[in-house]
């Protein structure tokens, strides 16, 4: 019987199992897919375009993420970052570069940022003005939660900075100097390529079965019962399964009702030739617009040219799928080819059409998200599960790379020794 059995082969879950490697201590990795990585993982298609899940960008705060990183081999590309809003969707003359609020010719006279806040809405409104929340702020929120702002709390837009500072809104003004362009790493080969690496490097081998769900836990035993009829004990779980399917295992459903999760279709486009000059040298484009059916599209090939190969390139559009409105993966794939025919990539190159619909995208910050979480940890650590990672978690703001990975090893840690886990419940310290 393995001491812990880890659910999930994602960030997280190998976080855990490099950890629980360096420990010597005797563990099971399993998860229901067909690739390592979660939801970082790298998807090469028949016509050998490499797909990211997502529009990922590595970012670090942790020593033990950037070992990771050096002892897996992997080499990295430094990408400058030149990110863009397409603000109507309408052609090139609509894109402006971000950050969107430093792009005005006049300050807006309605802020009021000690104003009390509800809601995301009420954020958005008081530190950024109407006129750029109905423009840019609101519809595109909408288009990425799924949600009304009035839904989604507001406590995650400090974190998302990449720094321990708080993301203080800055407003300024188009036409003063333009701020130095910063760089990113990103995988060669794909986000999938380093975690494939690092486990390959740096896990038990042997110590991952993929392909294998499990159906349910007998949580007065502490066994797993999997879909390949076997069982398996152990002493400590680690789950990055969907909480509330962790919730299901203990007999305790109540946060399936409140808890939600954006619905995405990661919709990819392969293309011969170069790029419209529109996109040529774009990092990833945001937009509000409702005619655009993607809210996030990402220049995949810009992050590592061996995405699409010599004289190709490929870009990754996510699109939300709205619940009693949903569009089809097929659809999707239309719509978003006509597009990107607006910025002038010609629909007779493509060569490549991908789509994979996430059916959980992004876990959604609503209100009271925390204290339904909270009651949810203490009722799944009763029973040695310990329920992390970008969906286990359900936090967004915890659940970068980086964020995600160290999760994992703080709750190997927690279990052994009730180390705290800073990393999950307050990001906002590192």
Known sequence: MPTFLVVGAGTTGIGAAVRLTELGIDHLVVDAGERLGGMSASVTDDAGFTWDLGGHVLHSHFADFDRAVEASGVALNHVTRNGWVWLSGDGPQSLVPTPIQQQLSELPQDLDPEAPVAHLADYYRNNFGRRLYDEFFEPYNRKMWTLPLEDVDHEWTSLRSGSAARNVPVLGLAGGPPP?????????????????????????????????????????AREAHLDDG?????????????????????????????????????????????????????TWLYCPAESVPWYRATMLSNYDPANAGPGRWNILCEVPVFTGDPISAPDAVEGVQRSLQLLGADPARVVSRFADTLEFGYPVPTLGRDRLLRAADEQLRAHGI????????????????????????QAVDNALTGAPEDVYWHPERF
């Open 386 to 409: 310990y329920s992390r990672g970008r969906f286990g978690g359900w936090r967004y703001e915890s659940s970068n790379q980086d964020y995600g990975y160290v999760q994992g090893r």
């Open 230 to 282: 076997s069982t398996v004990g152990f002493r400590f779980c680690i789950s990055t399964a969907p909480v509330t399917t962790a919730l299901n295992w203990i007999g305790w459903s109540e946060p399936a009702q409140t808890l939600r999760a954006s619905r995405v279709h990661a919709v990819g486009l392969g293309y011969d030739g170069e790029p419209p000059a529109a996109l040529a040298d774009k």
């Open 180 to 220: 130095p362009a910063s760089t990113f790493p990103y995988p060669v080969g794909g986000t999938g390529a380093l975690w494939q690496a690092v486990h390959d490097r740096l896990m038990t081998p042997g110590s991952v079965r993929l392909r294998t769900r499990v159906l349910g836990i007998d949580t007065a």
